[in-house]
């Protein structure tokens, strides 16, 4: 088998993994959510006029727009982070992102010798060495 053929395989398997499975239903649900999404993309439009804002030399800067446009954002952040599907997502990526760095760890380390980085000495924490 090439190494080329191999890592297809890695692929396929790194696909049809659970973390992985998990992901693409958090991300499914995620962009279902359309409350969710319009108040990112209220969260989004708001930041961008925030920064026109302070773009602005400063003295014509409008400090009551400033102020109004921050707790505005505050409370849309507040009610973002407090949503499951953006909640759920955003762990799904962060566990996608764990699984590939574990994944290119144990490659560097099969192909080059390289020690994982975050080596714990505790062998029960890690994906390669032995």
């Given at each position: ?58 003295a014509m800067q ?30 799904a990526q962060q ?23 975050s080596c714990t ?10």
């Open positions: 088998m090439t190494v080329i053929e191999l890592a297809k395989a890695l692929g396929e398997g790194i696909k049809n993994d659970e973390v992985l499975l998990a992901y693409d239903a958090a991300k499914a649900a995620f962009e279902a959510d359309e409350a969710l999404t319009a108040k990112m993309n209220e969260y989004n439009t708001d930041r961008t006029c925030l920064a026109e804002e302070f773009n602005k030399d400063l409008d400090k009551d727009v400033i102020e109004s446009l921050k707790a505005k954002m505050d409370e849309l952040a507040r009610e973002i982070n407090g949503n499951e599907n953006y909640t759920r997502f955003a762990a566990a996608v992102n764990d699984l590939m760095k574990r994944i290119n760890e144990t490659i560097s380390f099969y192909a080059f010798g390289v020690q994982p980085s000495h505790d062998c029960s924490t890690c994906a390669g060495c032995h």
